[in-house]
C-alpha cells in the first residue's frame, strides 16, 4: 500500500507539472501561434488550456491540502478523458499519438489508484473547523 501510495503522488506530481504547463502556455500563447498548427479554433484550444490547468492543479492541491480529497481522482478522470480526445486528433500525426495515449493511461490509473488502492485521507477536525460553527464544515 505504501508503494502504490508513492507512486501515485510520484504520478500525481509529474502529471501536475505536465498539465499545468501545457495548460499555462495555451492561455498565455498568442491566438496566431496557438492555432498555426490545427484546425480548432482559439476559443475551444483557449478552454483545453484551462482544463488542463485546474485538472493540473486538481491532481495535487486535494492531496496536498486534504480539502475534497475526492477530487483528484475526478480530475485525473477528466484529464484521461481530455487525452482520449488528443490522441484521436493526434493519430494522423503517426506515432507522435503515442505520447498523449501513454499521459491519458497515467491519468486513469492515478483516477483508478485514488479511487481504489490508496484514497487519499481527509483533513481531520481540528481548531479552524470549530470556527466555522457547530452545523459546518470544512470538507
Do not use: C, N
Not at 75 to 84: C, P, Q, R, S
Not at 98 to 110: D, K, N, R, S, T
Request: glycine content about 12%.
Amino acid at each position: 500500500m505504501a508503494k502504490t501510495h508513492k507512486l501515485l503522488w510520484t504520478l500525481q506530481i509529474l502529471l501536475a507539472l505536465l498539465f499545468v504547463f501545457a495548460g499555462g502556455s495555451k492561455l498565455v500563447m498568442s491566438a496566431a501561434d496557438l492555432t498555426k498548427d490545427t484546425s480548432f479554433p482559439v476559443g475551444f484550444l483557449r478552454f483545453i488550456g484551462v482544463v488542463e490547468l485546474l485538472g493540473g492543479l486538481g491532481l495535487v492541491l486535494p492531496g496536498l491540502t486534504r480539502i475534497r480529497p475526492g477530487l483528484t481522482p475526478l480530475a485525473a478522470a477528466g484529464l484521461a478523458i481530455v487525452m482520449i480526445g488528443a490522441t484521436a486528433v493526434s493519430l494522423k500525426m503517426g506515432p507522435v499519438a503515442l505520447i498523449p495515449f501513454v499521459v491519458g493511461l497515467l491519468a486513469a490509473f492515478i483516477a483508478y489508484g485514488r479511487w481504489r488502492l490508496a484514497p487519499l485521507p481527509k483533513r481531520t477536525s481540528g481548531p479552524s473547523d470549530a470556527a466555522l460553527g457547530p452545523h459546518r464544515s470544512a470538507t
